[in-house]
């Protein structure tokens, strides 16, 4: 349809339909007559020439003189159709074109194209109601329709919403075409998605895939599907390898892909696409992928890459909130007072909430047997009131170890 609105201004399209019109004409029972030949013959020159309204007032002065329900008179109509589509007043062109279907006078070779334009002028004027109704009567009439012809169809179904119906047309198409075009394969998946029948969506998304391997939104939709059918394995397999061919390159889509990763429990995996893609300049090295790599590495228990992806984050936040992350992970292997150097950060920097980072500065401060720096953290983080209950326990529990370390002091000595 598109493109028939492109090709609209073409006079060379009218002439060849004209001549179509004549040759068939010449060969019918009911011929024209000379004088109504060389008049569209002339209404033909002009449009050749641009002067399309001179065409139309000399094939409307026609239409008067020639006889009613005759050869003349329906390629009289047709013409003036084709004229009125040449000064884009497509609803009189409708009309013309159906008084000339209607006297039945044209070769049964013509009737088929009249009919074929009248149901896409309708669907250009976004009348797609009376483009079915129109082009089920005419495709009904087709002995053997072309696949174009059956896309036709395909498309003003989906045009009305009625994909189920839609669907036949465009595989008979696509079954008869040695070419199949793009188009016609993305109408039959966007129909199947449409109707939900997603097992049938990914079916023909896959056959696009094979047949244009190079356009990432076609490997990004398939994975979509996939996870609409709970397989996220083939929905990660599927961004993987169009990953490796070096056709994904949206971000949302290689997030999608570093997220899946992560869930499917191959967070290393998540991680180094993420690098990859770093340095490839595909994603921008901001909070949120930054964050994704952080936490990548640190599923993964990568603990000194998962250290440095949030000393980045937290250098691009300017906040403490990721060094309390790398004091965690500092902890997880031991390393007492690189998690205490770390919580000081933090805390100077600044954060939202500073009682936890105070509360877990206490434990650590008093696992070095730091008690005095200890309490003093502790006192502060139960100035906070979602920390105050357990700095108070802590509290406590400090004190007592601080008196058991003094007692194994005092006995050593």
Known sequence: MTRLLRRRRSVSAFILCLQLAFASASAAADSITSKTFNKLTEAQEMMAQDNVPGAIAELELLLTEVNEDSLDQALTLQMLGYAEMGAERFEVAIGHLRASLALDKLPESVKYNVGYMVAQLYAALGQFD???DFAALWFASLEDPKASQMMFMANIYAQNNRYLEAIPYAERAIEKSDEPAESWYQLITS???EVENFPQASRW?????EGWPEKGSYWEQL???YVLLENEAMALSTLRVAWLQGVL????SIKSMVQLAAARGIPDHAARMIEAAFAAELL???ETFVRLLANA???AKEYDLAIAAFQQLAELEEDGEALVRVANLHLEVGRWQSAEQELQRAIDLGLEEAGSAYLLLGIVLAEQDKYKES???LRRARGFEKTQRQAAKWLTYAQDMRKQFEWQQAYRG
């Open 130 to 132: 009376e483009a079915l």
């Open 191 to 193: 129909a199947y998605f």
């Open 205 to 209: 998304l896959q056959k696009l895939i």
């Open 223 to 225: 994975a979509s599907i």
């Open 249 to 252: 390159e949206r971000e949302a």
């Open 284 to 286: 921008p090295q901001d």
């Open 297 to 299: 590495w640190a599923s």
């Open 375 to 377: 309490f003093a953290a």
